[in-house]
């Protein structure tokens, strides 16, 4: 697909860059402290902090991902957005409250609260550091999504543009900026998000998608062949010629040559039919074309329709509403793709064909995560399945840029009470993921080289306005998202790795000066890293990260909470059992083969999400190890009445304003 | 270099009832959410299963949602009474 900015989009964009790194030079001025700076004083408004908790868990991985993810696999998408609100059921319900009561600056003060020891800093700055890295990866991927579109300029402009804003906004002025960037960005992807799913319900569903009358529905041209053997048939339509018939697996596909020029067809044998297919054809002397032509001529067609409603193939539905619009799909069928790569003499073509799929198949699991045995799916399949929603459920509550919010309010009372304003924001936003992704599903506005652009490009068919304002929103979005994750991760280098493990300790200007320097080598990293992972899906990604979260620091976390046998090398083996199990599963994992390695073979794990092996080998080992090591290591701190340990704490807390506020 | 809270509170004396109710809550989400899995892995089928116009994957997906809203809501307000009773406790006392 070809994008073009347009002087309207760029204008907003703009403003919105401008007023996020205003925001950071006002409140760069007032941060002084290292309570300041990492934590916001402890002074932001719980009703603040929890529309910022929703702009830090709305990523990109939630807006594109889910969104692109729904699109392109129907409810398994949905599935990340059920998965991922669980998961603060436990922040709420298990973590809010006990984080805020035994924590300062970052998730490793309150697991080491209790033991005062050097190995639980340093696993829990190490791990902090990873899971940051990973959840990082999947923003600056989506940041370089956005760009092309919005601004016309290539993936690697995108996240280097966001890299060098973030850690701008991070290292001006930390976590009081961030939080209201976080804040403005949340609030307005709410509203937005409403606004869209409006505009889709306004518009219903045809089978003939033409996008407001832009964009003129696209028929894929079909034609009848006979003497259909392995290698050759005949074509019904004497203005074509046979050129070749290449093989994918199943899969057959016919090139065609008419005037002059080649096409490629799928065929289906039952039918004797060939249908026309979207391709992107790479010439033995790397010329590119897209759909036979090269890519400025713009040939490229709509994707993404329903082929009938009701068993009706020529129908438009307007003015619906979200019961109507979800029964609407489930009785029809909705118009997939599907992608095959094969060799076509000396060039090398990819084939997007299409793939009918029943409107009940669509709004049931099934078409991404394989469950039904009687549709082939295999244990590991199911475990596959079971692993994701498990990291999904664990992970929230286990993510060091989200407990670190916890630490930006009053009392845990102000904690709790921000965690349920952001369940009941975020619960709102991920309702409407299953409309936005439904609609761009079937409004003819997918782009097939990049299931991350569906949120986005949906808004664009409702006009260039809407489309400038959705993505300025989205762009924020991963700015402010990718803000909170380097002030994590500059945290626990400077807070947690620097000062605490060190004897001596750092100053308060120094241990700043070092968050900001940890925060410009993370926003570096994450850089580098975005550009490596171009094209894997956010959302995916995420899942990643959720595990990793979820197996290295959940166990930890809620044992310390729930059980008084704890000890600080359970703890630590907790840690590190989770992240190597985690990280060495996802390493050895099929997907990993297959989209980051680029390697034909099978992998020795079956399943591409390790939560459902790395989360209980965590708990284990920390039961594991705290019963071995009992009576050896003893608790230095009995676990913290509030009091006791905010007497200890409120060193230049206190003098921090941020801003006044009240719960 | 302390590592305790970064501000200063009163002392929480509803604190073991929120726990409680906190673990109960949750393991009553928790078991609808795994039954949601179970589901899903185990009985398809039942997903696919009409509920009115929509299915049981849309109304049980969307249901998770709506309760965890819900019990989030009934969760602070019970924790607010508590801490209210906590609150009146300790001025008597």
């Not at chain 1, 300029?153 to 961030?178: C, F, N, Q, R, Y």
């Not at chain 1, 289906?268 to 074309?289: H, N, R, Y």
């Not at chain 1, 897209?290 to 993404?304: C, D, I, L, S, T």
Request: charged share 15%.
């Amino acid at each position: 697909m070809n994008y073009v900015a347009s002087p309207w989009a760029v204008g907003i964009f703009v403003a919105f860059v401008a007023m996020v790194l205003a925001i950071s030079y006002h409140f760069a001025r007032r941060t002084k402290t290292a309570a300041g700076y990492f934590a916001a004083g402890g002074q932001i408004h719980w009703s603040v902090n929890g529309v910022a908790f929703a702009g830090d868990y709305l990523s990109a991985a939630s807006f594109l991902g889910i969104c692109g993810m729904i699109a392109t696999y129907g409810y398994d998408g949905f599935l990340y957005s059920i998965g991922y609100l669980a998961g603060w059921v436990v922040a709420l319900f298990v973590v809010a409250e006990p984080m805020k009561r035994l924590g300062k600056f970052t998730f490793t003060d309150a697991l080491d609260a209790k033991f005062n020891s050097r190995g639980i800093r340093l696993m829990g700055a190490i791990s902090t550091l990873l899971v940051s890295l990973f959840y990082l990866i999947p923003q600056m991927v989506g940041a370089g999504t956005l760009v092309t579109p919005l601004l016309g300029l290539p993936h690697e402009a995108g996240v280097v543009m966001v890299g060098v804003i973030v850690v701008l906004i991070v290292a001006t002025a930390g976590m009081a900026s961030t939080t209201y960037v976080q804040f403005l960005k949340g609030g307005l992807l709410i509203v937005f998000s409403l606004v869209l799913v409006f505009l889709v319900l306004s518009r219903g569903l045809t089978t003939a998608p033409d996008q407001g009358g832009n964009v003129p529905a696209h028929r894929y041209a079909t034609v009848a062949v006979s003497d259909v053997t392995d290698d050759s048939l005949t074509v019904v339509d004497p203005a074509y010629t046979l050129g070749a018939v290449l093989h994918s697996g199943p899969l057959v596909f016919v090139r065609l040559e008419k005037d002059g020029e080649s096409s490629y067809w799928k065929l289906d044998a039952a039918t004797s039919v060939l249908t026309e297919t979207e391709t992107i054809l790479v010439k033995a002397d790397g010329t590119t074309l897209y759909n036979g032509a090269p890519k400025a001529e713009g040939r490229f067609f709509q994707v993404g329709n329903m082929s009938d409603i009701g068993g009706d193939a020529d129908i438009t539905l307007t003015t619906m509403d979200l019961l109507s619009f979800s029964a609407a799909i489930k009785s029809g069928t909705v118009v997939r793709w599907g992608k095959a790569s094969v060799p076509d003499g000396t060039d090398h073509v990819t084939i997007f064909y299409q793939k009918p799929t029943s409107g009940s198949d669509v709004m049931a699991p099934g078409l991404k995560y394989k469950v039904d045995a009687a549709k082939g799916a295999t244990t590991a399949d199911r475990l596959n399945f079971i692993s994701l929603m498990l990291a999904l459920f664990c992970g929230t509550a286990a993510l060091p840029h989200i407990l670190i919010r916890y630490y930006t309010v009053k009392s845990p009372e102000a904690a709790r009470k921000s965690t349920i304003v952001a369940i009941a924001t975020i619960g709102l936003f991920y309702l409407l993921t299953l409309y936005m992704g439904l609609g761009a599903m079937t409004s003819g506005v997918l782009d097939l080289t990049n299931d991350n652009m569906a949120a986005p490009l949906l808004a664009k068919s409702f006009g260039i306005s809407i489309f400038a304002v959705i993505s300025a929103i989205a762009f924020a979005t991963v700015l402010g998202t990718v803000s909170g994750l380097i002030v994590a991760a500059s945290g626990a280098v400077a807070h947690d790795l620097m000062d605490r493990l060190s004897k001596k300790g750092l100053a308060e200007k120094k241990k700043v000066t070092a968050g900001k320097i940890a925060a410009i080598g993370v926003g570096a990293v994450a850089i580098v890293l975005g550009i490596l992972f171009k094209s894997m899906n956010v959302s995916f990604l995420v899942g990643w990260a959720f595990a990793v979260a979820a197996s290295a620091n959940l166990p930890s976390i809620v044992m310390i909470l729930f059980w008084k046998r704890t000890t600080s090398q359970g703890v630590i083996a907790s840690i590190t059992t989770g992240l190597v199990a985690s990280l060495g599963l996802i390493l050895l994992s099929q997907e990993t083969f297959d989209l980051v390695y680029h390697v034909q073979a099978t992998a020795p794990v079956p399943v591409s999400n390790p939560a459902i092996f790395s989360v209980p080998l965590s708990f284990l080992a920390l039961v594991v190890v705290s019963l071995l090591t009992k009576g050896r290591a003893k608790a230095v701190i009995p676990a913290a009445p509030a009091e006791a340990e905010a007497v200890a704490a409120a060193e230049g807390a206190a003098a921090e304003g941020v801003e006044a506020a009240d719960d | 270099m302390s590592h305790g809270p970064a501000t200063e509170w009163k002392e929480d004396g509803a604190s073991a009832y929120k726990t409680r109710l906190g673990v109960i809550m949750f393991l009553v989400y928790a078991a609808v959410y795994a039954a949601f899995i179970l589901i899903g892995v185990f009985a398809p089928s039942w997903m696919r299963a009409d509920v009115g116009s929509l299915n049981v994957a849309i109304v049980y997906g969307f249901g998770l949602i709506v309760l965890a809203v819900v019990l989030a809501f009934v969760y602070n307000h019970l924790c607010t009474l508590a801490e209210r009773r906590a609150g009146k406790k300790e001025e008597i006392l």
